[in-house]
């Protein structure tokens, strides 16, 4: 299934001044590029012109989800005092040691 | 005096050298030398040393407390080690024991290591386990070090994602693996809330990504395809509907479709595409229909009142004039570009073309039967969405949308309408029925439940009747044993059904009578209290024994051994007394004739009604022109002739039948 808007190269609320003049603008590329048949034109035109058939090319438009940028997660706590785990399971050893000197 | 104090020098001396010897000689100074070397990385002395501290074997309840210490460091040394071997030779020989060990908390950093060796190979699923068995105490330092480190990761790793989701804008392909890396992480999100909401952010974005470019990659195609109908709000959200029925256009666009995805991809594109509500959601963003307004009078998809109301589609209208766009013609326009893209499918699908073509047309045909039979009636209170037999088995609809309907009376139409979607339910399609799938549904349907009791006899008689209709009659006899009294109770429901298909079964060239008298009697044996069962099998067995009487493929006698069967299981059977009637008087006349008894020829003859008299006049002739061609001209001797046997028959019928022709 084609779609028109693609082809045309126009947006989805373009009058119909806008997709006759996207017509014109592709079939004279079409001239030298030769990528699409005549008819092929003429049938984007079509269906944007037919409400019915248009609408029917609006709904080939994904909707877009509802979503936010999501930010870059701010290390405050971890900048200033690294966690490292392989220094601090030391923790143990050193009472230990500890508890032996005061033996 | 100097003697003296060199003395006692020496004296100190040796009591400080033999101090020292003794130190050198304790366990605890080798202990705490090798803590020393541990702590300064040197685990592979360190590990050698621990070992020499341990005894051959580890007890659980044998071991002081300094081998103890020295299994501890041992088992930290080798799970910081990094070596694969030793790690597994570790977790096979003493993990057990540290994890049955009551000696907390020594035994905490043996675990803390472990669960960070687990943590940093991303073994995730035995984490919380450990930690809550065997960590988890209030303010205990290794589940907040734990908990520390885990969210630092999680939010270094979400820190590397947006980076690299903002480096690669332009790479949509590459969303999958930031994707998949999302919900690696999403195990251990319960450690790291605030980041959480970071990742939630994040996918939709990324997807909104991937559904706006316009060109990318099959095979992101595919997995956005699954990624949006495996979403858990898939069926609620309109907007992941309509965006995977999109999707399932360009599947089929770009050839994509094959034997694993072409069910998923066609169900979802029909069940969006025919619900007005989910259709219409999408059509609600451009400016440039504003002025027209929307017919929805035409139309043959599911719509909710209710949702009209509330997305305030104010422009729809009850009356169809220029300014209308009729939502027929536009789903009209989308199934035909839909249907020309899957007609184009041809060459690249091959031999799998026809099934895809055919599963589509049956799950349109389907679908349409249940819009117009089926989900007019679906209570719109409940949001509920209607959808094609395969779109409602798959995301596990159907209960819900036979929920309205289970008690309530329903229509052969609507019962027409259904069977699609309950066999679908046990994953079961109609031209793939047999015997075995059908006494697995009918042993599985709620017994106590109208609606399924009524769904099963539909389903069974329609299996049987097509399978009448295609000639095969010997199937049935293969039943399952077990399973006979569930299939007859289904055949019992819905017998007018088969007495239909079965009225046809003579104008069958192809069913043989052979097969036709197995399959009934079969039936009859499954259904007992069918009395038009028993008809038809009793008028089956007649014909086919005077049919094979008169081509003399069997004996008279052979041929009144059947027409007794059949009398046994129709009595009432007109056309199978007289025959009865015909053949017994006609071997009863032979007999006769055969001695010259002609008084007891006239007996019988008077014995049986008029339309019979002619045709016995013909055997009775008959018997005299072979009397007449074996005994030539004399009548004149006499034997007294033993008619016992056949008094004694048309006495038993007399008894029996009470209405036969001769009384």
């Known amino acids: ?103 | 005096m100097y003697q003296i104090i060199s003395l006692t020098a020496l004296l100190i001396l040796i009591t400080i050298l033999v101090r020292l010897y003794n130190l050198t000689k304790s366990k605890r100074y080798k202990f705490l030398k090798t803590l020393m070397k541990e702590s300064q990385g040197k685990f592979k002395e360190a590990k050698q040393d621990y070992l020499k501290f341990l005894g051959k074997t580890i007890n659980n309840e044998k071991y002081e407390d300094l081998e103890f210490d020295a299994i501890m460091r041992y088992s930290c040394c080798v799970l910081k080690s990094n070596s694969i071997k030793e790690i597994s030779e570790w977790i096979y020989k003493y993990l057990s024991f540290f994890l049955d060990a009551k000696n907390s908390p020594k035994k905490d950093e043996v675990i803390f290591e472990y669960v960070l060796l687990l943590y940093n190979n991303k073994q995730y699923e035995e984490i919380p386990r450990l930690i809550s068995n065997h960590l988890y105490k209030k303010d205990n330092q290794y589940v907040k070090q734990l908990l520390e480190y885990a969210k630092d990761q999680i939010n270094q790793n979400i820190n590397r994602i947006i980076d690299f989701a903002n480096d690669n804008l332009d790479n949509p392909e590459l969303y999958f693996d930031i994707i998949e890396q999302i919900s690696k992480n999403q195990n251990i999100l319960h450690y790291s809330p605030d980041t959480n909401e970071q990742l939630k952010r994040l996918e939709p974005y990324l997807l909104n990504r991937l559904l706006l470019k316009e060109n990318i990659g099959n095979e992101v195609l595919i997995k956005l395809f699954y990624y949006l109908i495996e979403n858990e709000d898939f069926i609620q959200d309109y907007d992941l509907l309509n965006n995977a029925a999109i999707i399932s256009t360009r599947i089929v666009q770009n050839n994509l479709i094959n034997a694993k995805n072409y069910k998923d991809v066609i169900s979802v594109f029909l069940t969006v595409i025919f619900n007005d509500n989910v259709f219409l959601k999408n059509l609600t963003s451009t400016a440039w229909d504003d002025e027209h307004g929307i017919y929805l009078n035409n139309s043959t998809g599911f719509l909710n009142e209710q949702f009209l109301a509330q997305e305030g589609l104010e422009n729809r209208t009850e009356v169809f004039n220029e300014k209308c766009i009729d939502i027929e013609s536009t789903r009209s326009f989308l199934i035909r570009g839909f249907e020309s893209s899957l007609i184009e499918t041809k060459e690249y699908l091959g031999s799998l073309y026809p099934e895809v073509i055919d599963f589509y047309e049956l799950e349109k045909k389907n679908y349409i039967n249940a819009l117009s039979n089926l989900f007019l009636y679906v209570n719109e209170a409940n949001n509920q969405i209607s959808s094609t037999p395969y779109f409602a088995y798959k995301f596990k609809l159907t209960n819900k949308i036979f929920q309205e309907y289970l008690d309530g009376e329903i229509s052969t139409e609507e019962f027409d309408a259904a069977i699609p979607y309950i066999l679908l339910q046990y994953e079961i399609e109609m031209n793939e029925l047999n015997l075995t799938k059908l006494a697995y549904l009918c042993s599985d349907l709620d017994g106590s439940n109208q609606f399924y009791q009524r769904a099963k006899a539909y389903i069974s008689a329609t299996y049987v009747t097509s399978r009448i209709k295609n000639g095969d009659l010997g199937f049935i006899k293969d039943y399952p044993v077990p399973l006979k009294n569930s299939l007859s109770q289904c055949l019992t429901d819905d017998l007018k059904k088969i007495e239909n298909a079965l009225s046809n079964i003579g104008a069958n060239a192809q069913i043989q009578p052979k097969d036709t008298i197995i399959f009934l009697k079969t039936l009859v044996d499954l259904i007992p209290q069918a009395q038009s069962l028993k008809i038809m099998l009793s008028n089956e067995l007649t014909n086919d024994a005077i049919s094979k009487v008169n081509s003399k493929y069997i004996t008279p006698d052979q041929c009144l051994n059947i027409l007794l069967e059949s009398i046994t299981i129709h009595s009432g059977n007109y056309n199978t007394q007289r025959n009865i009637v015909l053949i017994v008087s006609s071997q009863c006349i032979k007999m006769a004739a055969d001695n010259g008894l002609y008084k007891i020829i006239e007996r019988i003859i008077n014995l049986i009604d008029s339309d019979l008299k002619e045709t016995l006049r013909i055997e009775l002739s008959k018997a005299e022109d072979e009397l007449l061609q074996y005994r030539g001209q004399d009548y004149s001797h006499t034997k007294t002739v033993n008619l016992t046997v056949y008094d004694h028959v048309f006495e038993e019928l007399r008894k029996s039948q009470g209405r036969l022709l001769y009384d």
């Open chain 1, 1 to 103: 299934m084609i779609n028109p808007y693609f082809i045309l190269g126009i947006h989805q609320n373009a009058t119909k001044k806008e997709i006759q003049k996207a017509v014109m603008k592709l079939q004279l590329e079409n001239r030298k590029t030769k990528i699409y048949t005549g008819n092929f034109i003429i049938n984007c035109q079509r269906i944007l012109l037919d409400p019915s058939k248009r609408l029917a090319a609006d709904y080939l438009f994904p909707t877009k989800l509802k979503s936010y940028r999501p930010k870059k997660i701010q290390r405050v706590i971890l900048e200033g005092k690294k966690c490292d785990v392989k220094n601090n399971s030391f923790s143990m050893l050193k009472s230990m040691i500890a508890k032996y000197e005061k033996r």
